[in-house]
């Protein structure tokens, strides 16, 4: 976490040999100043990976002018990048249910500016929540999703979220699953808190699968939302221990504590550019 | 977690044969359901600990007759010994300071009824919280703490306190140390979040010792308030790993997250009868 | 851990009123000093489950004794039960392949009386741990489990296992299946560790299976073996984190952290006749 | 983890513009295949560090040759640094006393080349573990440390330290105090694991203490020794949960499987070039 405004450079590219020293040489070259560096080889698929933050005043021009100077080396390199810049807030919009735990925390990170975005507005299923967070000056849309008009609801969601000109869709235990459409619509943008340490307990009632199972852990697992439930990239997981003395409700208790944690952390490092998705899998830098 | 309305018995006693089977003896002869219970014994100084719920409506009679036919054998025993009602919710004092994430954590889990309290009120030094609080209809007191009229404040806060008729007063971060008048006026009713894990980093800017030292994990510890400073029973603790890249301020993120945790755990604990302070040390049937 | 000769007395029955007293006031009858007891209602499925350890010179008869004036009280409550002597050293026959991991953490163990049991054997299906196994004074069986005689095999295993007296098998990284005939033989005796978090990556090559699916935590758990593969009741399980940096092959290598540890653990439990099965789950009073 | 011979280049230097690129621009000038890279700027005393594993076959030149072109840029950026190559195994000198769990846990590291070290002797105050060690194949050495005679028995150490060409030496609860000459001579060579979490209970009997205080968590701490007790950089600390039920003896039971995987972890950490001393802390590049 750095004071000064900085550009975070996220890239992959095939790997060879001499690519963080074109990379870092292309910077050093204009005086950038390097804040923090990530690199990481995959060595299965030859597929290379970096992170790279830059102060930046520390270099000469602005980001437009780095985007343009940049792409002839970034196509030299057969990159996917992109450069952000921590001075640019991202917006992010919250689709909450009926449960509490997730919308709390997420607004007492954000009301401390430990998350440090615009929560652009929430949209739910009830209407629950709406004097809490109006209260906080965030605007609050009940978009309810009948069983016979989910696609209506979905349709609506998706314009909420482009009217809002949102960057990430956050579903804090929003306990609806969204349209195929939509999934497709935001790749990488949607993240979901599931219930459970998938791949175990995917789907419904997955404490009450864990409870069947009689495992002695439960857990909580952060990932971006893809058209196949609960099999989209991983972010973040995390468990907690149980004993034979829990309840089903005991672990929805326990498992509160573990999903909000999870999402929190898996939200900063989408939100800070540390995640870079892989295939089905996520390169992490933490 | 039950459903059903119960008391719960608390006590110790010096170890001797017989004990569980006396007490137990008691409640099975007036056709008390026991729903959960806990035994301990503590072989350095031969003393006897127990919790024990009971089925409200198991019983023939309420829990004043409890208390009157169960204190000849508690006498018998040498007991200390309390018993509680499940439905006479306990009255919670929350003292903060300018930080949210223990206050909105707490509310949070008081909204949803997990935590199946009431808040009395929510004391500050500061005012920055009181439309948050407010609007959860809580009452919300200012009461400034300036360093030349500390005793006044704690005065203040005592008399608000009580006023409320409080049977617990957790500091949620509140950054202030209590008067010594104070602490003894309340044995095992306050409690503390200490944003360490003690004994290590007692005192002020504990994230900064912790920086300084060079540890590769950091800490919280939930405890009751004593004269001492943070040398209290110890409720719960939890830690959360760190390292090299982390700054102070990092950690102060981080920390965030095990202070509420923990705080809510030891409170919960607390809360349900389920500690038991024995010397310095606690007994926590979980 | 206690140092005096003490029985531990397991039992589940269906839940009724008093059972605690009925079965505490037998102990106390007899002066039956009680160092530990734990007590669990199953409230799904109305069963009671406890288990108690009474200082063995405390009673004024021998175990043989206690089991016949016990049964008139267990018949009454319709007793599952069982009464174990410290003093009696359990059998364990250890069966392992060819990594090392557990076997070395076991030899440690029982070598430092932590684990206080007689290691009846080491059967392997590779001759590579012979030396070792033996040079600690321990038998070892090279019992080959050829593609085409897995039947021979297990007969043998079997075989050996009761010619040793074994009162538990512990699958150390076995890395076979065992027939269904052995499996039946012994049910609740038998235990192995599986190197995943169950029911996550069932079968061969989780460490494969998890680097594929991309999870954040790889875990290892403990559990009786039955017919249906990686399906018996859960005694014990952990987690460890892992990032994008980590091979299949560094997985492997903190996977046998967990696994050593978890079995361990579980083996500790069992041995201690802390696990009580239930259905497919285990009640384990740690 | 690379199969594949490499070399591994550690360094830091005073942070300026352009460090990353001018190493990785030498490395990618003469071909050379970056496996593995970290860096880290510290920002409170402007101090960079990195460490970057180098495919030994990509490069044109030995190890010699690397070091000599190398050291002009070296000069140049005023680093401290080192370079070692992955076929060249590290010598290990282990220290013991009369506990086993540490013993036993490097030997089968060691034994399945998880650790692909050299154990160059084992040396030990008490004769306990001399067979097991031989039976290994590995020297041990006896050198009783009575009380009026430390000094020499610390020479003898250091003797057969420097005899055995020894790279690190490894206190693997060794449970003597080694004299200020002795720590002095090997600066970042000497681990020791401390059976508490650092800085809490410093010297004698941590588990007493930490039983007396009261502690929800016990710890073990790997650090590299200093002339003063318990005070050396911090490498590697883990813990494990307790409750009031544990008594001394028990967490020291419990202690031992931490104490034996954090010292694992920090010595893994120690010989794979991933710790560099910075001032009394490390950086610590996992």
Redo the contacts between chains.
């Keep these: 976490?750095h004071h000064a405004r900085f550009y975070t450079l996220t890239a992959s590219c095939p790997d060879q040999?001499?690519i963080?020293?074109?990379v870092?040489?292309f910077?050093?070259?204009h005086?950038?100043?390097?804040?923090?560096?990530?690199?990481?080889?995959?060595?299965l698929d030859g597929r290379y990976f970096m992170r790279i933050e830059v102060k930046a005043d520390?270099l000469p021009f602005q980001l437009a002018e780095f985007r343009s100077r940049f792409q002839p080396l970034a196509d030299e390199l057969q990159m996917d990048w992109r450069i952000n810049d921590s001075a640019v807030k991202k917006r992010v919009v919250v689709l909450v249910s009926q449960?509490?735990?997730c919308l709390?925390?997420l607004?007492?990170?954000w009301?401390?500016k430990?998350l440090d975005i615009e929560i652009a507005c929430v949209i739910s299923n009830h209407d629950t929540f709406r004097?809490?967070v109006e209260?906080h000056g965030i605007p609050f849309h009940h978009v309810p999703v009948p069983a016979d008009h989910k696609a209506a609801a979905y349709a609506k969601v998706q314009h909420l979220f482009a009217d809002a000109q949102g960057d990430t869709m956050v579903l804090a235990r929003y306990m609806q699953i969204l349209s195929p459409d939509l999934c497709a619509a935001y790749p990488g943008r949607i993240l979901n808190i599931h219930h459970s340490?998938?791949?175990?307990?995917v789907g419904a009632k997955p404490y009450h699968q864990a409870y069947t199972?009689?495992?002695?852990?439960i857990?909580a697992t952060c990932h971006y939302v893809t058209e196949a439930l609960d099999q989209g990239?991983?972010?973040?997981?995390?468990?907690i221990r149980i004993?034979?003395?829990d309840?089903v409700?005991?672990m929805v208790?326990y498992g509160?504590?573990i999903e909000k944690?999870v999402l929190?952390r898996g939200l900063r490092y989408h939100l800070e550019d540390r995640v870079l998705v892989?295939g089905?899998?996520?390169?992490?830098f933490?």
């Design positions: 976490m040999v001499g963080i020293a074109r870092t040489g910077i050093a070259e005086k950038g100043w390097i804040l923090e560096s990530s690199f990481h080889a995959d060595d520390s449960q509490e735990h709390y925390d607004l007492a990170r009301q401390s430990e004097g809490f209260w340490f998938l791949p175990s307990f199972r009689g495992v002695k852990l857990g990239p991983i972010i973040e997981q995390d468990v004993d034979h003395s309840s409700e005991d208790r509160k504590d944690t929190a892989h089905n899998k996520t390169v992490v933490r």
